[in-house]
């Protein structure tokens, strides 16, 4: 099966904006996605890196529901260190975007080209942790992902992949 159908599988849908996978699990199946920043129609895709393994994405909702982006957004604002870290991040999101989008400018006029991970217009409020462990996975060495990466245990499903084959 080819990486595009196993992402549709994942999804329960068909992926929008899919460019190649940027990660995969240890079982080698696609854990993030890399995707355009606009679709075929032209609208804008904000999430550059895109968490697909379900294992994963359950993970981050049930530490997102837990009150995760809250105190992640705190740990931001009271980390310079961290904070210099996503600021350092975002840029590298921003001109990995335009460099994605090859001249394009879609629907929006370029504007979601400027958006920070996760398509957040301020890069000191948190939106979405998926996009932020999704980024870590595909760009080993952004602190804030790869420490909301560190909460989760496991990180893959301990005896097999979970997405059906």
């Given amino acids: 099966m080819d990486d595009r159908a196993l992402v549709e599988r994942q999804l329960g849908r ?3 904006a899919f460019r190649r996978v940027a990660r995969r699990c240890p079982f080698g199946t696609p854990a993030v996605t890399e995707q355009e920043p606009y679709d075929d129609a032209g609208e804008p895709f904000p999430t550059t890196y895109y968490l697909t393994c379900p294992h994963l994405v359950a993970a981050v ?10 105190r992640w ?6 980390d310079s260190g961290l904070a210099a870290d996503l600021e350092r991040t975002t840029e590298e999101q921003r001109s990995a975007r335009r460099e994605l989008a090859r001249g394009r400018t879609g ?7 400027g958006l920070g991970i996760g398509g957040s217009r301020n890069p000191r409020r948190l939106k979405c942790l998926h996009a932020h462990v999704a980024y870590a996975l595909a760009r080993p060495g952004y602190a804030l992902g790869e420490r909301v990466l560190a909460e989760l245990d496991p990180i893959w499903p301990p005896q097999a992949c979970c997405t059906p084959q």
């Fill in 14 to 16: 068909r992926p929008r």
């Fill in 61 to 70: 909702a049930r530490l997102e529901a837990a009150g995760g982006v809250e």
């Fill in 73 to 78: 957004g705190s740990a931001v604002e009271e």
């Fill in 107 to 113: 629907r929006d006029g370029g504007a979601s080209l």
